[in-house]
């Protein structure tokens, strides 16, 4: 089983090694125990998301960033995870820049209908 806090202690630990920080540094800059910041790191604590602003914002990383690691590393788990099982591996749908990408469905058949409160994307 792939648990999200785990994966989100990983990358708040990454990202605060590569600085050269130490927990006592951060957790002092975040307002929170050190204790409790060593167990989020550790995957053994749910973080909240003032929780992870308060990092966030001592670790000088945006949430949006810390969350699109988090979010690569789940996509690499889970592949791993259906290659351990011999599953097929879904394709996964990333919309890139200037692009846009329905599971299943070619490229030239999606069009995108505006209405003025959001975009919905539709297979032709």
Not at 20 to 30: D, K, N, P, Y
Request: proline share 6%; aromatic share 0%.
């Amino acid at each position: 089983m792939i648990l999200l806090r785990r994966l989100l202690g990983d990358v708040l630990r990454r990202q605060r090694q590569r600085q050269g920080r130490t927990l006592r540094e951060v957790s002092s800059s975040a307002r929170v125990s050190l204790g409790y910041l060593s167990e989020v790191e550790r995957g053994q604590k749910e973080a909240s998301s003032e929780l992870l602003s308060a990092i966030c914002d001592a670790l000088d990383v945006r949430m949006s960033e810390l969350m699109r690691e988090v979010s690569d590393d789940l996509a690499l788990a889970e592949l791993a995870q259906s290659a351990a099982a011999n599953e097929p591996v879904p394709t996964p749908v990333r919309p890139m820049l200037g692009s846009v990408s329905v599971a299943g469905v070619p490229p030239e058949r999606v069009t995108i209908k505006a209405p003025a409160e959001a975009v919905d994307v539709v297979a032709a």
